[in-house]
């Protein structure tokens, strides 16, 4: 857990180490505001089908749940993290230049799954470097995040005219930048030495502790994650669809602009919202509000329609992640804290694996129509979370507020 009150004396951290660690979250971020909007786009431009889409964008998920432990654990073992982000940025940038060689669908599938299992480690080595600066020199983690936040929405707005402006063929040459840039940027990096706690990612390497296995706290992570995985068509076909009935790149980076700066403003509002409601009651709106979205989402909206309904990630995400966080802190001692945090990694990466790869075909098969299975998926994590309200210890003398610290 990140101190309450930080170290009194800074002089032996490295200098400059907040705007080091922005740049450091800004590069990747960079690649994840032309990839995650756009990336589909591009793949669309191969004359793949929207099944074929599905199965390449999900394979890399199941990839980095599988290989992202294994490099937080060399990482840790290294004794310098900074070490392996410059690998990760190198090998990120030869699978993208890659993508260049061929476009078949099994060739793509093959150089997207490698993708997945290089590049999927940098942000999280970048996360434990910058909670080292939190926990021994008390820097501020939000105004290191931030700068990532900006970031994605200045690349999301940049790809959106791009592609008004030129077509989707020009995503890969963006994402190469992008990793072109995090490889100048690792050599900035902050080192600070072997780390004196493991990593988050490092944790999926071990069975979870006992604190992890009672069952009201792993229905309601479940329950969270699908949640959370219920954004795979979103994030797989929105850019697609918006295309096809005729929105501008423009619009539809605005469009997804309009996402991530409601997150940032939830996210900046959170602690205040957090004392005025219980965990429960923000989870559950996040829960309701997903199913909601997705029900609402295949009518015809319109710019602005799509607009609102794209603030409602605000909800559908950012108070219901930081809820869970915050319920984690609650329920899990310190010491095990990097293990909560790996099995959320985990619960989310596996269910939205699953959910893009199955978003794929139903796509395919029902057009924007599709979008009503990832309300039930919503609707089943809200299942689970309510199942996790109803069996959480002491829950008739808290009023369903998570007071106890088990």
């Known amino acids: 857990m990140i101190p309450s009150s930080p170290p009194p004396y800074r002089e032996d ?13 800004c590069a990747p971020l960079i690649v994840n505001g032309f990839a995650m909007p756009y990336f589909p786009v591009w793949l669309s431009t191969l004359s793949l089908s929207d099944a074929e889409i599905g199965i390449i964008l999900a394979v890399p998920m199941f990839v980095r749940v599988i290989t992202a432990p294994l490099v937080g654990l060399l990482a840790d073992r290294i004794g310098e993290r900074a070490r392996v982000l410059i690998w990760s940025a190198v090998l990120s940038l030869l699978t993208g230049l890659a993508l260049f060689v ?40 939000a105004s290191m995040r931030l700068w990532g936040s900006v970031a994605f929405i200045a690349a999301t707005m940049l790809g959106g005219t791009m592609i008004g402006l030129y077509g989707g063929a020009l995503v890969l040459p963006a994402m190469v930048g992008g990793f072109l840039l995090m490889i ?16 988050t990612l490092t944790t999926l390497t071990e069975p979870p502790p006992k604190a992890l296995r ?38 539809i980076g605005l469009l997804w602009s309009a ?38 989402f295949p009518m015809e909206l319109g710019f602005w329609g799509y607009f609102v309904l794209q603030c409602f990630h605000a909800f559908t995400y950012a108070i219901m992640h930081t809820s869970m966080q915050t319920m984690l802190v609650q329920r899990v001692p310190e010491e095990q804290e990097a293990s909560a945090q790996g099995l959320y990694f985990f619960y989310t990466g596996v269910f939205t694996a699953i959910c893009t790869f199955a978003s794929g075909y139903f796509y395919a098969w029902f057009g924007v129509h599709g979008f009503y299975s990832m309300s039930v998926v919503a609707m089943i994590g809200c299942g689970s979370a309510l199942t996790a309200w109803y069996l959480q210890p002491q829950r008739a003398g808290s009023g369903g507020k998570t007071s106890e610290a088990s």
Request: hydrophobic share 55%; charged share 10%; glycine share 8%.
């Open 184 to 199: 100048l940027l690792t050599l900035i990096a902050p080192r600070v030495g072997r780390p004196r706690r493991p990593s």
């Open 13 to 25: 951290a490295p200098a400059y180490f907040v705007p080091r660690i922005a740049l450091l979250f």
């Open 102 to 141: 061929s476009h078949s669908f099994w060739f793509v599938l093959v150089i997207c799954a490698l993708q997945g299992g290089v590049y999927s480690p940098y942000v999280p080595i970048v996360e434990a470097i910058a909670l080292t600066g939190v926990r021994r020199w008390g820097f501020d983690y």
């Open 214 to 251: 009672k069952l009201d706290l792993q229905l309601l992570l479940i329950g969270v994650t699908l949640a959370n995985s219920s954004h795979a068509m979103l994030f797989a076909f929105s850019a697609i669809y918006w295309q096809h009935i005729g929105f501008s790149g423009t619009q």
């Open 259 to 296: 996402g991530v700066a409601a997150e940032v403003v939830m996210f900046g509002c959170a602690k205040m919202i957090i004392r005025r409601f219980s965990l429960w009651t923000m989870i559950f709106s996040g829960c309701g509000l997903a199913v909601v979205r997705w029900i609402i």
